[in-house]
């Protein structure tokens, strides 16, 4: 979605080591290669027992919050089913193992010979739940980027489907290969290959949003699907990290996305909502906006009540509170920086899939008051572009991220950014600025 490159941040907040508690089965694969076996063999053993687990049902592949596959610090996903019921995590991101059209845990842990991830599923799957695997996410290199056709990226996410013995598959379309139309074609149609070759294969779409639904480029990203004729099981949009305050602006969101579903699609105001997801970012953005429990919750009431497809966050691993709490105004890929008891965020989409909202948490005052304004605004300085024209706001820059209210002068004009945008010249066909007139 319109997210900046602050730190390392929502589905770029990714840590390369392995969590300890798994160190066992990384020693594992190093016997076992020393004695002539490889670790790919040991990991395909391991989820080979595991991949004839039967499909949940939907309502869980839609409830299912995003897990960061790699991170040092991720929670036991075993103790969080125990501890709220959930069944099922969406594992992310599958990427280009470097240029290659081969897939890879973000991009550094070839599915091939995966020693990590594997032993994670297998725990979700004897504990009675399932996965989603999602491919894509903010930044990185994305096959549909290098692999030079639909059916050349199908192949290699074939190999994930097959390695795992996947029942439900997520395509995550966000910077920077939604700005790719031929990138997007490529995932669209790898989908949609998926889709017929994988009978009963669940698939979702999630791309970035705005304020009023999906931005410029996730309209071209629907038309696309259109021209195709594809429909996946849902579209779900990510209404945080663009100017956004509090669960009403989602629900806002939300039905501007719907109208845009209908208007492409010729569906039914309910035909889609029953097409349309919600994927949340929980306590504190990106940017530095705050949701809260009161917020999950405002946005599932209005999800069951128009029947929304998909409820979903990032992250679980980032359900945990901070300590200090606000974490020094500071977003975390490993808690949410709001006053919280563990769990407390993936509860709401256990309600999701149970069709009934969780007993309310108690939100104590936050620490510090949450405001929209991201604490990373870019703050270029160098002279205005205009040629005696008297632009006094400061002059657009490119290779910079602006979020929306940034205010910039370009050729004799002052512009304000409508969205998140990085390296969008004002006035450029993703509409990203508002011209407001010679200054």
């Keep these: 979605m319109d997210q900046p490159p602050l730190g390392p941040p929502r589905y770029r907040m990714l840590l390369w080591a392995r969590r300890r508690w798994r160190l066992a089965t990384a020693a594992l694969a190093a016997v076992l290669l020393a004695g002539g076996a490889t670790a790919a063999v040991a990991a395909s053993a391991q989820v080979g027992q595991a991949s004839s687990v039967a499909a949940l049902s939907a309502n869980w592949y839609e409830s299912a919050p995003y897990y960061s596959t790699l991170d040092s610090d991720a929670p036991d996903l075993g103790q ?8 099922a995590f969406d594992m992310a991101f599958i990427l280009a193992d470097g240029s290659s059209c081969t897939p890879a845990w973000d991009g550094t842990d070839p599915v091939s010979s995966d020693t990590q991830v594997a032993s994670v599923i297998s725990e979700v799957r004897s504990d009675g739940g399932d996965v989603i695997v999602s491919a894509g996410g903010y930044n990185g290199t994305k096959l549909g980027q290098v692999c030079g056709s639909a059916s050349a990226t199908a192949a ?41 070759e994988d009978p009963g294969l669940f698939i979702s779409i999630t791309m970035p949003s705005t304020t009023t639904g999906a931005n410029y480029f996730g ?6 699907a259109k021209s195709l004729g594809f429909t996946p099981n849902d579209y779900t949009i990510m209404p945080f990290d663009g100017g956004f305050s509090g669960g009403s602006s989602q629900v806002t969101a939300l039905q501007d996305f719907n109208a845009q579903l209908m208007s492409t699609f010729g569906w039914s105001s309910a035909q889609a909502y029953a097409h349309e997801g919600f994927s949340g970012m929980n306590g504190r953005t990106d940017t530095g906006e705050y949701f809260y429990q009161s917020d999950f919750q405002t946005v599932l009431s209005f999800a069951e009540s128009v029947g929304l497809s998909r409820y979903t966050f990032w992250s679980v691993n980032r359900d945990r509170e901070c300590n200090p709490v606000d974490n020094n105004d500071v977003t975390s890929s490993e808690c949410s920086s709001v006053a919280q008891n563990s769990w407390d965020f993936t509860a709401y989409t256990v309600a999701f899939a149970n069709s009934t909202s969780p007993s309310p948490t108690p939100t104590p005052t936050p620490t510090p ?12 300085t160098p002279s205005p572009t205009s040629t005696g024209s008297g632009c006094t706001a400061a002059a657009w820059v490119n290779n910079t991220a602006y979020v929306s209210g940034d205010v910039v002068s370009y050729s004799g004009d002052q512009w304000t950014a409508s969205q998140w945008n990085y390296d969008e010249v004002p006035g450029g066909p993703s509409g990203a600025w508002n011209n407001d007139g010679p200054c």
């Design 219 to 224: 309209g071209l990203l629907l038309d696309e």
């Design 156 to 196: 290699a996410y074939q190999q994930v489907i097959t390695a795992y013995g996947l029942h439900a598959f997520d395509f995550d379309l966000e910077e920077p290969e939604i700005e790719n139309s031929s990138a997007i074609a490529n995932e669209l149609g790898a989908a949609q290959i998926l889709q017929q």
């Design 369 to 380: 008051t949450p405001t929209a304004t991201p604490t990373a605004t870019p703050t270029p």
């Design 80 to 87: 969080v089913m125990a501890a709220t019921g959930q069944k």
